[in-house]
């Protein structure tokens, strides 16, 4: 399967605990973004990365988010001190450079 | 404001109507212009691309007025997969940011 992959699928943690989250893009694309979505919403947009350099990081919900992306090609999304608030579904979606995304199949997150 | 609206609907029409969904963007920035389909539960998927032109993707076309900043997507003899939520997604320059409505619901009946 060559597209965007996302670990774990679902994750169940408690409230003030870190969480990590993983994207693999397609292989040829440089650009890599982060979405939350909750219900009855669309996707709101979090941070890009243009390879290895985050590009635009300013919409992270708070110092509690934050990613990285080191070689250019995986991306990890960590939540620190997680909130009930924070239970929602993040996506990954990657693009070439003709900025249509294609989104991998998300991380829903619980809060308990 | 927010960037992009959309009419959450639901749209419940029959098999075979036609159906017509607007979106208004409110940054005149914005660059590029996407339908994306979302099933429930899953990830969205692309649709279609919008261009100034107006497209058209057999029974999809798409529409885009800068003037009036709206794009609009038009679905022609509607089939029971067509069920599904309806997300405009416009990208703004600079910042290269995306910014999706909270999409449009449509159920189609048998």
């Known amino acids: 399967d060559t597209g965007v992959s996302q670990d774990p699928r679902h994750k169940i943690t408690k409230r003030g605990q870190n969480v990590t989250f993983r994207c693999d893009p397609i292989?040829?694309?440089?650009?890599l973004y982060w979405y939350r979505q909750t219900l009855g919403q669309g996707p709101e947009f979090l941070t890009y990365f243009q390879n290895e350099a985050q590009l635009e990081k300013s919409r992270l919900l708070s110092d509690r988010f934050s990613a990285e992306r080191p070689k250019g090609s995986f991306s990890t999304l960590e939540i620190q001190r997680t909130e009930q608030g924070d239970s929602a579904m993040y996506l990954c979606?990657?693009?070439?450079?003709?900025?249509?995304?294609?989104f991998g199949p998300g991380t829903r997150l619980t809060v308990t | 404001r927010k960037e992009v609206e959309q009419d959450p609907g639901p749209f419940n029409v029959p098999e075979g109507a036609t159906v017509a969904f607007n979106c208004t963007y409110s940054?005149?920035?914005?660059?590029?212009f996407f339908w994306y389909r979302q099933d429930c539960r899953k990830e969205p998927k692309l649709l279609m691309s919008v261009y100034s032109s107006g497209n058209e993707d057999g029974r999809f076309t798409a529409q885009l007025n800068r003037a009036s900043q709206y794009i609009s997507l038009l679905i022609r003899d509607s089939k029971l997969s067509d069920s599904a939520t309806y997300l405009c997604v416009v990208n703004v320059y600079p910042g290269n940011q995306f910014y999706f409505g909270t999409g449009t619901s449509l159920t189609v009946i048998p």
């Open positions: 292989s040829e694309h440089n650009r």
């Open positions: 979606a990657s693009s070439p450079l003709s900025r249509e995304q294609y």
């Open positions: 940054n005149s920035a914005s660059q590029s």
